[in-house]
Nanobody, 122 residues
Framework: QVQLVESGGGLVQAGGSLRISCVAS????????MAWFRQGTGKEREFVAA??????YYADSVKGRFTISRDNAKNTVYLEMNSLEPEDTAVYYC?????????????????WGQGTQVTVSS
């Protein structure tokens, strides 16, 4: 069982930056693909970014603005968000998949965090 705890969300102005983090429990963190998803009010949960052993994979809507990274020694995955837009406002969820292959489909992920709110004001 893997427990995921997100942190770092908050309120930021459009054009600003924010970094959110997710700490995972367990000893096999490096063998998991880690991902970020987000869900805006009244919207479906959508894929943002994922990182396994190879190059990260991003949704087109965030490519060039967001960067996902991981520190296996700290069991932590990060999402650096730049040039934020009001459309990025959502609850951001960390997810883990027991595979090193990145995948954008939420049903492929085995473990989920509680989410952290990111609000971008215009």
């Amino acid at each position: 069982q893997v427990q995921l705890v997100e942190s770092g969300g908050g309120l930021v102005q459009a054009g600003g930056s924010l970094r959110i983090s997710c700490v995972a429990s367990g000893r096999t963190f490096s063998s998991y693909t880690m991902a970020w998803f987000r869900q805006g009010t009244g919207k479906e949960r959508e894929f943002v970014a994922a990182i396994g052993w190879r190059a990260p994979y991003y949704a087109d809507s965030v490519k060039g603005r967001f960067t996902i990274s991981r520190d296996n020694a700290k069991n932590t995955v990060y999402l650096e968000m730049n040039s934020l837009e009001p459309e990025d406002t959502a609850v951001y969820y960390c997810a883990a998949r027991a595979s090193v292959a990145v995948n954008p489909h939420l049903f492929e992920y085995d473990f989920w965090g509680q989410g952290t709110q990111v609000t971008v004001s215009s």
